[in-house]
């Protein structure tokens, strides 16, 4: 049976890792002892820091890493008072929260689970959700929406980082902007797109709408609240001043 592509994205994401992959990084314990002091900064976009004014006074409050295992931002979020929570696919993602806690005395409940499918808590659970870029790696971003809604309290808050699709419509190893790929970018349709992500080791991505990104929280019933855009780090793309990606604060209402 050919395996699924969260599975192979997984198993991507665990080689990446070990290579020394930047998103999958732990934090220092220097970086830890600076977030007990207040001193604090995390990403939803690869080079500019979440607006502290998002977020709400964290300690007690349950809080989800919604594909947001590493090592980087729930570390600050445990030592700054919340119940925190992270869902990841990627085993060595998920052994670096391991490790941090372990490191820093701090409880967080590890959850192994593809987001793709109904994920695996209740109505209602959580006050916040942090889910930096990462639903380039899924198909369907609706259904992911619609599950955030569901877990999400009343009032409860996402903060979500998302890849706008422009990112593929260029090769990235080329030294000039020219359009290789046609939008939507969907390796499913395409057996051509397959192959050439094996080749890169890049695992399975897609690019998403406005209407699928933005459109999408609307739809399963968030009140958008807050937004920036933001760019590649050290690409072309940035040079020319195209921005390839957003971020929201959205409200459960």
């Known amino acids: 049976m050919q395996k699924k592509y969260t599975t192979i994205n997984a198993e991507t994401i665990d080689r990446w890792v070990k290579d020394g992959w930047e998103w999958g990084v732990p934090i220092s314990s ?3 002892a600076d977030a007990k002091k207040g001193k604090w900064d995390v990403l939803l976009t690869p080079t500019i820091n979440v ?3 998002w977020f709400p006074t964290l300690k007690a409050k349950k809080l989800l890493g919604l594909a947001s295992a ?9 030592l700054l008072g919340a ?7 990627s085993d060595q993602q998920l052994e670096s929260e391991k490790m941090v806690a372990a490191r820093e005395g701090y409880k967080i409940n590890i959850v192994k689970a593809d987001m793709t499918e109904k994920l695996p808590f209740a109505d209602n659970s959580f ?6 870029v990462s639903n380039c790696y899924i198909e369907d971003v609706y259904h992911l929406w619609r599950e955030c809604y569901r877990i999400l309290k009343p009032n409860g808050i996402l903060l979500s980082g998302m890849d706008n699709g422009i990112n593929y419509l260029f090769d990235n190893s080329e030294k000039s902007l020219e359009i ?4 939507p970018f969907n390796p499913l349709n395409n057996p ?7 080749k890169d080791d890049s695992g399975i991505q897609f690019s998403h709408t406005f209407n699928e990104q933005i459109g999408g929280q609307l739809k399963a019933g968030f009140m958008l ?5 933001d760019y590649n780090a050290n690409d072309l793309t940035a040079e020319y001043g195209i921005p390839t990606f957003w971020a929201t604060k959205a409200i459960k209402i």
């Open 225 to 229: 609240v807050g937004a920036y855009e």
């Open 51 to 53: 607006p502290k004014d």
């Open 70 to 78: 590493g090592g980087q931002q729930m570390p600050i979020f445990s």
């Open 83 to 89: 119940d925190c929570t992270v869902l990841d696919l």
């Open 192 to 198: 051509d797109l397959i192959k050439k992500l094996e």
């Open 127 to 132: 006050d916040i959700i942090f889910h930096p």
């Open 30 to 32: 220097e970086a830890c």
């Open 180 to 183: 290789v790929n046609k939008l």
